[in-house]
């Protein structure tokens, strides 16, 4: 099975709430962060991204928040479902540019019905 | 949709085996990569090329080698396998100013 969440942090939310996942990044000079969704068995799937020239930039039910002044991400996912259920991973632009980016260790979605 | 295909979900190979991971994608993505997750650690980047021919080292390269003889095509080779590359891995790819696509992953256990 899966072991990639093993250690994972864990947010359980009930279906049809809203769902908010945090991100703290290491590097202020970042200018571009990504969202991925990673569900059992699969690869990691692009959600939403966002550069430092915006505090927020909303998809499909999802909205992406950017604090530069605290170094923080969000990922608001509106009214989850079941299907929501999944790892979620932020990414930074490092240094080494688009094709280093640091990803963060994640944080386990589980939607209860 | 971006197709990024890896050539097989599980494999089991023995310590002291060259070992060969294949993906492939559909984009025509001058960009590709290899990265490795295991539990805890998130993902680390393995090797990255920009360009048919062309390399780069990631983060954790030392055991590893590529080569990428078609745009298409990035191969993944463990030189001698050993236990401690028993892990998930991933193949990305992106073009130039675009998010990276992942395939689903290939899960290898060397014993």
């Known amino acids: 099975g899966e072991s990639v969440g093993l250690h994972l942090p864990t947010l359980s939310v009930q279906e049809g709430d809203n769902s908010i996942i945090n991100c703290a990044y290491s590097?202020?000079?970042?200018?571009?962060f990504i969202w991925y969704k990673q569900e059992s068995g699969k690869g990691p799937q692009f959600i939403i991204d966002?550069?430092?020239?915006?505090d927020k930039r909303q998809g499909q039910r999802v909205t992406v928040l950017l604090n530069k002044t605290v170094k923080h991400l969000s990922l608001q996912i509106a009214a989850t479902q079941p299907g929501d259920s999944a790892v979620y991973f932020c990414?930074?632009?490092?240094?080494?540019?688009?094709?280093?980016?640091?990803f963060g260790a994640g944080t386990r979605l589980a939607v209860h019905p | 949709d971006v197709k990024v295909t890896q050539s097989s979900r599980y494999l089991v190979k023995r310590t002291g085996e060259k070992v060969f991971l294949e993906c492939v994608q559909d984009?025509?993505?001058?960009?590709m990569f290899w990265y490795r997750q295991d539990p805890g650690l998130g993902l680390r980047l393995i090797y990255f090329?920009?360009?048919?021919?062309?390399?780069e080292k990631g983060d954790i390269p030392e055991g590893y080698s590529v080569s990428r003889e078609k745009k298409e095509r990035f191969s993944l080779i463990l030189e001698s396998a050993s236990t401690n590359q028993t892990s998930m891995y991933l193949c990305?790819?992106?073009?130039?100013?675009?998010?990276?696509?992942f395939g689903d992953g290939t899960r290898l256990s060397i014993l």
């Open positions: 990305a790819s992106r073009s130039q100013n675009q998010p990276q696509h």
């Open positions: 090329s920009y360009d048919v021919k062309m390399k």
């Open positions: 990414a930074e632009k490092g240094s080494g540019g688009y094709n280093k980016l640091i």
């Open positions: 966002i550069r430092s020239n915006m």
């Open positions: 984009m025509d993505h001058e960009n």
């Open positions: 590097n202020s000079a970042s200018d571009y």
